[in-house]
């Protein structure tokens, strides 16, 4: 199985913040990231696939980048929308696997 | 508009069983893989099962092998998830999603959850 590494586990920041969210992969994954943002008794949404490419609809503040293992989540800035819990989700090989999740928080 | 809607959920004594379903509408269900997912409450997700369009090839994680049987009714565009034996660790709330090719497998569509408790 694939481990995904996502770091931090927690982060605080302000609106207006631009934020990063990393995800390290337990071995080669090409572009096959993704990532998604989920917040309280709602199912995720998909917010960047291919590590890279932004998904309709899904504003420009979020960005992604990385291949092979490492990857990351960028949000340029901080919207008080944007407050959730955050997952990356590895589509390489099976079992699929997730990240344990970055909770972010307002300061 | 493309949707995907879970039920099927509730509560189970161990070693019971349940069937989920998820309605899929808005788009062509026969012609995406489709995949299960779980997420115990405040916890991570996990991913528990993928079936071809056809329904004849069908993977899981190695925690449910043997006792989950995902299954497809294309023409009803039903996706189904079988929990036999279940234990008290698959109560978690239990997600269908849609693979989308074009986007590296991407699970792009994702219904709003059933939730699944196994107690006694």
């Known amino acids: 199985d694939i481990q995904m590494t996502q770091s931090p586990s927690s982060l605080s920041a302000s609106v207006g913040d631009r934020v990063i969210i990393t995800c390290r992969a337990g071995q080669n994954i090409d572009i096959s990231l993704h990532w998604y943002q989920q917040k309280p008794g709602k199912a995720p949404k998909l917010l960047i696939y291919?590590?890279?490419a932004l998904q309709s609809g899904v504003p420009s503040r979020f960005s992604g980048s990385g291949s092979g293992t490492d990857f990351t989540l960028t949000i340029s800035t901080l919207q008080p929308e944007d407050f959730a819990t955050y997952f990356c989700l590895q589509t390489y090989s099976l079992p699929r696997t997730f990240g344990q999740g970055t909770t972010l928080d307002i300061k | 508009e493309v949707q995907l809607v879970e039920s099927g959920g509730g509560l189970v004594q161990p070693g019971g069983s349940l069937r989920l379903s998820c309605a899929a509408s808005?788009?062509?269900?026969?012609?995406?893989?489709m995949h299960w997912v779980r997420q115990v409450p405040g916890k991570g997700l996990m991913w528990i099962s993928r079936?071809?369009?056809?329904?004849?090839?069908?993977t899981y994680a190695d925690s449910v092998r043997g006792r989950f049987i995902i299954s497809r009714d294309n023409a009803k565009n039903t996706l189904y998830l079988q929990m036999n034996s279940l234990r008290v660790e698959d109560t978690a709330v239990y997600y269908c999603?849609?693979?989308?090719?074009?986007?590296?497998?991407?699970?792009?569509?994702w219904g709003q959850g059933t939730m699944v408790t196994v107690s006694s």
């Open positions: 999603v849609r693979d989308w090719l074009a986007m590296n497998d991407a699970f792009d569509v």
């Open positions: 291919g590590a890279s």
């Open positions: 079936t071809n369009t056809d329904g004849r090839t069908t």
């Open positions: 808005g788009f062509s269900f026969g012609r995406f893989w």
